[in-house]
């Protein structure tokens, strides 16, 4: 049972554009929610994360949007560079005690030049 | 120099041998986790542990054993009873009272 949906599975932006990639999930006792970053032959590496007490955090050019009545969030990648190309990965756990994280699909991000 | 060490980086293997990924974390995190990452799939939870001497079955945890002998390691073996194991696998670890988790490099395992 896939609970957090992640879409597009792959996008292409030119080079200062804004890619936006969504996940929605089920299970309305999770509480955070983070976005991982992978590069070819790498290890995810976290991005952001938000907590469903906010709606809109942001760090730098990454934006995370939370939308709790519909159960789904997004990132946002303002003024995007060719260096963000890489596979970004949505995830979802309880906050607390040792829960595990359900990741998303991922999506494969090109930035063209 | 913190953090999440996997060895080999790239593995081969026969059919019908097992094989042994490493993972070691000098973090002092309680937590620690072995993924599966498949192109199109995500990462996948094959086996997690809280604790030393105590380890729970993720969600692909058929033809894969582990240990949790000492704090920092957490070895992988994939067993010949794996169906198709060529994939990258993930080391992740997690301290008690924080939710992020943090990936080693990845070991690559080809069976040839």
């Known amino acids: 049972q896939q609970q957090v949906k992640q879409s597009p599975q792959s996008l292409i932006v030119q080079k200062g554009g804004i890619p936006i990639i969504n996940c929605a999930y089920e299970?309305?006792?999770?509480?955070?929610f983070p976005w991982y970053q992978q590069f070819p032959g790498k290890g995810p590496a976290l991005l952001i994360a938000?907590?469903?007490?906010?709606s809109e955090k942001k760090e730098g050019r990454f934006t995370i949007s939370f939308n709790k009545s519909a159960k789904q969030f997004s990132l946002h990648i303002m003024d995007s560079q060719p260096g963000d190309s890489a596979t970004y990965f949505c995830?979802?756990?309880?906050?607390?005690?040792?829960?595990?994280?359900?990741f998303g699909t991922g999506t494969r991000l090109t930035i063209i030049p | 120099d913190g953090g999440i060490t996997q060895s080999p980086k790239y593995l081969f293997r026969k059919e019908g041998q097992n094989v042994t990924l490493s993972c070691e974390q000098n973090?002092?995190?309680?937590?620690m986790y072995w993924y599966r990452q498949d192109p199109g799939q995500g990462l996948r939870l094959i086996y997690y542990?809280?604790?030393?001497?105590?380890?729970q079955k993720g969600d692909i945890a058929e033809g894969y054993s582990v240990s949790r002998e000492k704090k920092e390691s957490f070895p992988l073996t994939v067993t010949s009873a794996q169906k198709n194991p060529t994939a990258f696998y993930l080391c992740a670890s997690r301290g008690l009272n924080d939710n992020e988790q943090f990936f080693g490099p990845g070991t690559r395992l080809t069976v040839l």
């Open positions: 542990s809280q604790i030393v001497n105590d380890f």
């Open positions: 299970n309305t006792a999770f509480d955070y």
């Open positions: 938000i907590r469903p007490d906010v």
């Open positions: 995830a979802a756990s309880k906050k607390t005690g040792n829960e595990k994280l359900t």
């Open positions: 973090l002092n995190h309680d937590a």
